[in-house]
């Protein structure tokens, strides 16, 4: 039996499930089978997600807020906060986003730092908010 019968085997006896679950041995699966709670990720395979989970939140970001007047870096700020935030939660930052759009980077981050996620992850908020007024990437 090839490995590609082999692979298609697994997928037909495992089958795939897009979200955790707790598979009949009482751990944590994902995907076909994946056992995370004995076997987990690697590094290399979390980057994969990282980058696939990047280029959505990029899409975001992208198809729904004008950065005409964003640099890379205030560009950043958005997509980082969508990966945090998720879409929605991004777009409910309705008075931020107007003044990104236009070209209020203070004023942005002003109400980047007024809102329940600040309280939340106060280091993250503190170090985006300082990248949006001066445009330039931050780094601990």
């Known amino acids: 039996m090839s490995i590609q019968n ?7 006896h495992e089958g795939f499930r897009s979200h955790p679950y707790y598979c009949t041995a009482k751990k944590l699966t994902l995907g076909y089978g994946r056992n995370l709670d004995d ?33 890379d870096a205030q560009v950043g700020v958005l997509i980082n906060m969508a990966y945090n935030l998720g879409a929605s939660g991004l777009m409910a930052f309705q008075k931020m986003l107007a003044n990104v759009e236009a070209g209020d980077f203070q004023g942005a ?4 730092l007024d809102s329940r996620w600040a309280q939340q992850v106060p280091n993250r908020a503190e170090e985006l908010a300082k990248q ?5 990437w931050q780094r601990s």
């Open 132 to 136: 949006m007024v001066l445009g330039e």
């Open 109 to 112: 981050a002003n109400e980047m």
């Open 6 to 12: 082999t692979v298609e085997q697994i997928k037909k």
């Open 39 to 71: 076997v987990g990720i690697s590094e290399q395979e979390a980057e994969i997600l990282l980058q696939n989970d990047l280029s959505e939140c990029k899409a975001v970001v992208k198809r729904n807020i004008d950065t005409r007047y964003c640099n």
